[in-house]
């Protein structure tokens, strides 16, 4: 299983990113699918989770109501939406995937990752 994360870059505080969360050797939607990020000198932290439908989704309070997860499962994809984006939110992000039902937010409770993609939020 390979989750490919793309779309990070540097960006305007205020600005906004989408990151792309493509699968390949895995039919994710069957997965729960979560995005985490790792500011640097800071522990990984959970960001969004969403069902496989795609009906359920979980957001950290951080970026509740300026983030949006969401799923193209036809293009078996993963996408965060970043608007507003705030100096606070440059670290890396990775997409993570696992089977199950619930908009898992354990860093744990996931089983594959992808590699990471850099985001930085300049002031």
């Known amino acids: 299983v390979q989750l490919q994360a793309s779309g990070g870059g540097l960006v305007q505080a205020g600005g906004s990113l989408r990151l792309s969360c493509a699968a390949s050797?895995?039919?994710?939607?069957?997965?729960?699918m979560g995005w985490f990020r790792q500011a640097p000198g800071k522990e990984q932290e959970f960001v969004a989770a969403?069902?496989?439908?795609?009906?359920?989704?979980q957001y950290a309070d951080s970026v509740k109501g300026r983030f949006t997860i969401s799923r193209d499962n036809a293009k078996n994809t993963v996408y965060l939406q970043m608007n507003r984006l705030k100096p606070e939110d440059t670290a890396v992000y990775y997409c993570?995937?696992?089977?199950?039902?619930?908009?898992?937010?354990?860093?744990?409770?996931?089983?594959?990752w992808g590699q990471g993609t850099l985001v930085t939020v300049s002031s």
């Open positions: 969403i069902t496989r439908s795609g009906e359920i989704t």
């Open positions: 993570a995937a696992r089977s199950g039902s619930f908009a898992y937010t354990r860093r744990d409770e996931y089983d594959y």
């Open positions: 050797g895995r039919t994710v939607s069957r997965d729960v």
